[in-house]
């Protein structure tokens, strides 16, 4: 049997009940206390059983880093890599076996950084992983050395001056790399962490969920105006695909497309209900998605987006892969290997 | 005017001009139709990195040389007996190698006043006497050929480049080659366009029958087919024949294959080859750089295929982490290294030898690595087939360590009967293979088997045995993360024990001594095989005896390697590099080994090998100038 979702059609499917006791290791969990990763592992765990997989047909792969230690602590098949490289492993394994359901855990470092190459080629090709990069805005195995999507002028062991380098938008990035699912989220926020996810198991190719997470020992509160629950609702739009796109407290603040083509915040009072941008995910072009990840600010984070900001059907990689294998025409036999050593030209010496 | 006909055991010809002059296409055929006339055979491709240098330069020098015989020969030959240069640079560029007394055919059109000076000839040295102790044939190819074409409704520019085909016909004729083969080459090459079709058969003929009517060619050669072992014969090169090793590993092995790749000289060759065998099982992935190439075989392998990556020694510096993750994941992985001149970018499409110790040690921590080495361009496809063989059943990468002269160049084959194909089933591990305290099933992922040390190969998707593993040092057994002191030392060495055990499971170290009488031995790897063998028999025929071996494992060697270098005098290691081997068998075996290096971007030239084996030997030197591979048959 198979799952009812289309992008998991090759997947076994189980009859069993699951939950989340199930996909627990026996392994102890080693992240600092407190650390959000325990959060996301959770939910991850929370959520796995809804998919009615297979548990063996499940697969996590990671790099290097804090959060790559994710694959120990699920029952699942896991492979721990090596810095950055795995969605190139990941991406051999999923191509070669369509009936696994294939994860990737990666870090602002890991992904973006040593692996920002894998990253991008990963989403351009569409290979069908889902890739969850738990972005802390810091080093946090190395011990706290600025990262690739840390602040300028961050100081830290490596940059006592403050660092100098302009920091990626990892959403941004993913969108400009052809990604064909794009979405942000929150270690905190459990329910909205678990709808990302599931909408990104349904998602044919390669989906990449940004998960913002707090490292509290080397950068403690980085998304506390996104957390905290007195300011949060001032600061956070939750992207709802179809819903006009509203937030602040009570919703008076809205996002507008311009006569300029431009998109901006605006108060609603000030525009009709009509002109506010209603959130389409499913657009073909990333235009609207990338101004909307452009939005925030970065030293407030006033204007963050989170949820899905693209989801477009395209092909996997791995389905035309399978397609160009099975247009080839029958499997070879062994004639036709004998035929293959021949080739066109032979001679006989007795 | 029925010519007369000499019958000569062997001949070497070089064909060389522009790069864009098609020289490559022109050896090739010629291969092509010697091969299926029944010659024993060997080429050497030598072209420039540049796809285009710059036309008529000593740089855009494009040669290929083949060397066929009526007996079974070792080497594309050391100095040509033809040359045929398509313009002054190209003459210029190999004059040298050419044999005394060789015959030179040269196209006279190419040889204006710019042309020499562009390649520093003060004057015509087709004019001056500077040729006069070869045979010169001056023929003014490119207006031969236009003219032959005359009639057809092609530019002057399409006649001109048939050039090529002209030449090819009057050597055919010249050295009595058939024509059939290449004739439907051109077919098929040229289908959708009639008219160059049509004018390059023409060409062909017209060089064909200028060679039979023009008095410049009192004689024409003939060269019986050769005694080889019997069986069914094609041509091919290292590549090729790699790739053809891997396609039929795979299915000996009951498994898909996988290559992750990404394109480099020499090698890129494997992956187009394998990109066309999609019936057989065969996934090709080209990666977006090296690291992702090796990344995803390994994914592959982990989840149950043959992994394969291909790639030359820049390629493999940049793989060297994955390869380490290989060794502590223990699966089986398969990485070809189709070595080329280094360091850095160094020399794309010349041969060297100089990454045996990088295959060796290039990796961070223990982290030993089976390595086998091909000795001819046939001989890839089993060299591929034992490297898929011992990954596989060692659950190990492995090391395959091809070069540029082996991928390249091309030699007659027997093909392989399928059924006689080693049987190279995997079982994967589908059961829990231990109990816990409680006496409940459980799965160890390095729980090893007792006679191979391997550890059980249990792919996704198996119920039961989900597992984590990854490059953080694991307890032994159970896999788990494990920092212990006495386990880092146990599981070092017993990953080292594991390839040292392959020892016992590879041929033992076979000595070739016609005579039984030698005291210095000829060791060698890889493809410096044939000029090995070449001079050994040179050597031997001066009188002396000489006794060879060669490694096909360089890691680990065969276990009577040490016994067998023992028993001699003196040990010759002949290498591409500068005693890469040489250092290996001194460290290992306390031997004291001569290394006799060259790093030119070519294959060695027996008869300097010759003479660097005679330099060693206890009596008085023989008089080497007498001394052909060619003369002693
Ligand atoms: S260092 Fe930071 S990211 Fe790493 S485990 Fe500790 S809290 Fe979590």
Same mark, same amino acid.
């Given at each position: ?83 950055? +490289? ?20 990666? /870090? ?149 497309? /311009?006569?300029?083509?431009?998109? +901006? ?44 900001? +693209? ?40 | ?113 710019? *042309? ?19 045979? @010169?044939?001056?023929?003014? &190819? ?10 057809? %409704? ?42 160059? =079709? ?26 019986? #087919? ?44 494997? @992956? ?19 690291? *992702?190439?090796?990344?995803? *075989? ?34 089986? =992985? ?21 990454? &045996? ?42 090391? @395959? =360590? ?109 000595? %070739?001594? #016609? ?38 494992? =360089?890691?680990? !060697? ?15 290691? #002949? ?28 294959? !060695? ?29």
């Amino acid at each position: 049997m198979t799952t009812d979702i289309p992008a998991l059609e090759l997947v076994p499917r189980t009859d069993e009940k699951q939950s989340a006791k199930d996909f627990k290791s026996d392994q102890e969990v080693r992240w600092c206390p407190g650390c959000g990763d325990y959060a996301i592992l959770a939910a991850v765990q929370g959520f796995l059983p809804s998919l009615g997989l297979k548990r063996e047909n499940i697969v996590f792969v990671s790099g290097i880093g804090c959060s790559s230690r994710f694959p120990y602590y699920l029952d699942t098949y896991g492979v721990h890599s090596i810095h950055g +490289r795995a969605p190139a492993i990941a991406t051999g394994l999923s191509v070669s076996r369509p009936d696994l359901s294939v994860w990737v855990i990666t /870090g602002d470092g890991d992904a973006l950084s040593i692996g920002g190459n894998h990253l991008i080629h990963a989403l351009r090709r569409n290979v069908n992983l889902k890739i969850l990069l738990f972005n802390n805005r810091i080093y946090g195995l190395t011990k706290g050395q600025y990262s690739p999507t840390s602040e300028v002028g961050k100081i830290t062991k490596s940059t006592p001056l403050g660092s100098l380098d302009y920091p990626f938008n990892p959403v941004s990035l993913a969108l400009g790399a052809e990604a064909t699912f794009v979405a942000r989220t929150i270690d905190s926020d459990r329910k909205h962490l678990t709808s990302v996810l599931a909408q990104a198991a349904a998602h044919e190719g390669a989906a990449l969920v940004e998960i913002y997470q707090n490292c509290n020992i080397f950068n403690d509160g980085a998304f506390e105006p996104l957390k905290d629950a007195g300011i949060r609702d001032e600061h956070l739009i939750r992207l709802e695909a179809g819903q006009p796109i509203r937030f602040g407290v009570d919703g008076h603040r809205g996002v507008v497309r /311009g006569s300029d083509g431009q998109v +901006r915040v605006v108060e609603v009072a000030d525009v009709a209900e009509s002109d506010l941008l209603v959130h389409q995910p499913g657009a073909d072009d990333p235009g609207v998605a990338f101004a909307l990840s452009r939005l925030v600010d970065p030293e407030t984070l006033d204007k963050t987006a989170i949820g899905v900001f +693209r989801d477009v059907a395209r092909p996997s990689y791995d389905r035309q892969v399978r397609e160009q294998l099975a247009a080839a025409g029958e499997p070879a036999s062994s004639e036709d290997l004998t035929a293959l050593l021949q080739g066109p030209d032979t001679w006989t010496v007795v | 005017m029925a010519k007369e006909r000499t019958r000569r055991s062997d001949v070497i010809i070089r064909f060389a001009g522009d790069s864009g002059d098609g020289m490559q296409l022109t050896g090739d055929r010629f291969t092509s139709a010697t091969a299926s006339f029944g010659n024993d055979l060997s080429t050497l491709p030598d072209f420039p990195a540049e796809i285009r240098a710059p036309a008529g330069t000593l740089p855009g020098v494009s040669a290929f040389q083949i060397h066929f015989a009526d007996h079974d020969i070792m080497t594309p030959g050391d100095a040509p007996d033809v040359l045929v240069a398509m313009n002054p640079a190209a003459l210029k560029a190999n004059i040298g190698d050419l044999a005394r007394g060789g015959t030179i055919i040269v196209n006279t059109d190419e040889f204006t006043k710019r *042309a020499l000076q562009k390649v520093g000839y003060d004057s015509d040295p087709l004019a001056d006497d500077s040729l006069a102790s070869y045979s @010169l044939h001056a023929i003014p &190819l490119t207006s031969l050929t236009v003219g032959a074409l005359e009639s057809f %409704d092609i530019t002057k520019k399409e006649a001109e480049r048939a050039k090529n085909m002209f030449a090819l016909g009057l050597l055919s004729w010249l050295y009595h080659r058939p024509m059939d083969q290449t004739k439907v080459f051109l077919t098929e090459k040229f289908g959708k366009k009639p008219e160059i =079709l049509a004018a390059n058969l023409a060409a062909l003929e017209a060089g064909w029958s200028f060679g039979e009517t023009t008095e410049t060619f009192e004689v024409q050669y003939e060269v019986r #087919p050769a005694a080889l072992p019997g069986g069914t014969y094609r041509n091919i090169t290292g590549n090729v024949a790699l790739s053809y090793g891997l396609v039929a590993a795979a299915r000996c092995s009951g498994l898909g294959l996988f290559l992750g790749s990404y394109p480099i000289t020499p090698a890129s060759d494997i @992956l187009h080859e394998l990109s066309r065998h999609k019936r057989f099982g065969v996934t090709t992935f080209q990666a977006e750089d090296e690291i *992702a190439g090796i990344g995803a *075989a390994l994914g592959a392998a982990y989840g149950g295929a043959i992994g394969v990556t291909t790639t030359s020694g820049p390629g493999l510096a940049l793989k060297s982490e994955t390869l380490g993750l290989a060794v502590a994941l223990e699966l089986p =992985l398969v990485v070809i290294d189709v070595q080329r001149g280094g360091p850095s970018t160094g020399l794309p499409t010349k041969t060297e030898q100089a990454d &045996l110790l990088q295959a060796m040690f290039g990796r961070n921590g223990e982290a030993p690595v089976p390595i086998v080495a091909p000795q001819s361009p046939g001989d890839c496809f089993f060299a591929a087939l034992e490297a898929v063989r011992i990954a596989t059943k060692y659950r190990t990468p492995v090391l @395959l =360590l091809s070069d540029g002269y082996l991928a390249n160049g091309a030699e007659p084959w027997r093909i392989p009967d399928v059924a006689d194909l080693p049987d190279l089933t995997v079982s994967f591990t589908t059961e829990p293979n231990d109990t816990d305290a409680d006496g409940n099933p459980v799965f160890q992922p390095f729980l090893r088997d007792p006679q191979t040390l391997a550890r059980p190969w249990a792919v996704p998707g198996t119920a039961g045995l989900e597992h984590r593993i990854g490059g953080i040092e694991k307890a032994d057994v159970t896999g788990a993360i494990s920092y212990d002191p006495a386990n880092h030392d146990h599981m070092v060495r017993t990953r080292q024990a594991k390839v040292d055990g392959i020892a016992a499971d590879i041929p033992p170290l076979v000595v %070739d001594d #016609p005579t039984g009488e030698a005291d210095v031995l000829v060791l060698g790897w890889g493809s410096t095989y044939g000029p090995i063998a070449a001079a050994c028999r040179m050597v031997r025929e001066a009188g002396h005896p000489v006794a060879q071996a060669h490694l096909r494992h =360089l890691n680990p !060697f065969p276990a009577n390697t040490g016994d067998v270098l023992r028993r001699y005098r003196r040990v010759i290691i #002949p290498e591409m590099n500068l005693g890469q081997l040489s250092l290996l068998i001194r460290g290992t075996f306390l031997v004291d080994a001569r290394p006799v290096t060259q790093v030119r971007g070519l294959p !060695f030239r027996s008869e300097d090998l010759a003479e660097a084996i005679l330099a060693e030997m206890p009596a008085e030197q023989p008089d080497m100038s007498t001394l052909t591979e060619e003369s002693l048959t």
